[in-house]
T-cell receptor
Framework: DADVTQTPRNRITKTGKRIMLECSQT?????MYWYRQDPGLGLQLIYY???????NKGEISDGYSVSRQAQAKFSLSLESAIPNQTALYFC????????????????FGEGSRLTVL | RKEVEQDPGPFNVPEGATVAFNCTYS??????FFWYRQDCRKEPKLLMS???SGNEDGRFTAQLNRASQYISLLIRDSKLSDSATYLC????????????FGKGTSLLVTP
């Protein structure tokens, strides 16, 4: 089984619909992230969470919200989807060193491909 | 200006060739550096960390130049299976930051 699991893997929806992408992990990591990837734009950070009570906006948080339901679960919501949110979305986790620094190794889920018509 | 910049390529090289990618970063407070590999339609995976003294892992060599704020990845004796996108990743010092990804450099190794 994958250490970082995303559902759904593929979703087609219409403009204005509410969409939730879910992520769960078995790595025991405190840090979780949501990225989107568009051709030619690379990975862009949407939101990240360093523990259950911590939520931080990334580069492109507008139009998105997140919920950290537990250490192992971090969901991304699009309250009213629009076509330019069509992208490949990745959830990732990472550990931290004893000093609290990022270890640098992110473990990604397999991605959720979202199409908004 | 994007904090981490890479030449998107594509780099088309024949099998057996040596190829090098560079990546520049804008924040001099950056403390740790990595190369990730991403295959088409797959998730990125850590290829190697980049240490100040440079480091090697088989056919792959990573170098860091702090004065000029760039890191490099050298691939020797390219294999068809090296075809992928290589992402440069930079981490600012401090626990409050997430990693910054470059847009990636595409490599195609041909027979």
């Amino acid at each position: 089984d994958a250490d970082v699991t995303q559902t759904p893997r593929n979703r087609i929806t219409k403009t204005g619909k509410r969409i939730m992408l879910e992520c769960s992990q078995t790595k025991g990591h405190d840090r979780m992230y949501w990225y989107r990837q568009d051709p030619g734009l690379g990975l862009q950070l949407i939101y990240y969470s360093f523990d259950v009570k911590d939520i931080n906006k990334g580069e492109i948080s507008d139009g998105y919200s997140v919920s950290r339901q537990a250490q192992a679960k971090f969901s991304l919501s699009l309250e009213s989807a629009i076509p330019n949110q069509t992208a490949l979305y990745f959830c990732a986790t990472s550990g931290a060193s004893s000093s609290g620094e990022n270890t640098g190794e992110l473990f990604f889920g397999e991605g959720s491909r979202l199409t908004v018509l | 200006r994007k904090e981490v910049e890479q030449d998107p390529g594509p780099f088309n090289v024949p099998e057996g060739a040596t190829v090098a990618f560079n990546c520049t970063y804008s924040n001099s407070a950056s403390q740790s550096f990595f190369w990730y590999r991403q295959d088409c339609r797959k998730e990125p995976k850590l290829l190697m960390s980049v240490y100040s003294s440079g480091n090697e892992d088989g056919r792959f060599t990573a170098q860091l130049n702090r004065a000029s704020q760039y890191i490099s990845l050298l691939i020797r004796d390219s294999k068809l299976s090296d075809s992928a996108t290589y992402l440069c990743v930079v981490n600012l010092r401090g626990s409050g930051y997430a990693l910054n990804f470059g847009k990636g450099t595409s490599l195609l190794v041909t027979p």
